[in-house]
């Protein structure tokens, strides 16, 4: 499977890289808790609500162009020819 990442999630405080390859596991809330693993606290606290049962407030994720939101969320299935891309929510002028 494949992840990118943009924006300040690029940054060394989060992953340090522009994208990554692993294996797939069985669904987005597993991935989140392997991001938190690999890439520390501070992202894992932007991947999951507060109380870990969503998707966090500052996170977009797709997978392979969808959102996972309109998918099923941290239940969204993954295979490992998916294109999972992970993005901040971002605010600007």
């Given at each position: 499977?494949k992840i990118?990442?943009?924006?300040y999630?690029r940054?060394p405080?989060?992953?340090g ?7 797939a596991?069985?669904t987005l809330k597993?991935?989140?808790?392997q991001?938190r ?10 991947f ?7 998707l966090?407030?500052k996170i ?13 969320g ?10 999972v891309?992970i993005?901040?929510?971002v605010a600007?002028?």
């Amino acid at each position: 499977m494949k992840i990118s990442f943009f924006a300040y999630y690029r940054e060394p405080d989060y992953a340090g890289c522009k994208e990554t390859t692993m294996t797939a596991p069985p669904t987005l809330k597993e991935l989140g808790e392997q991001i938190r693993a690999k890439y520390g606290e501070k992202f894992g606290s932007e991947f999951f609500s507060e109380d870990e049962t969503a998707l966090g407030e500052k996170i977009i994720i797709l997978v392979n162009g969808r959102r996972a939101e309109f998918l099923q969320g941290l239940r969204t299935p993954l295979s490992d020819t998916d294109h999972v891309q992970i993005f901040p929510i971002v605010a600007g002028g």
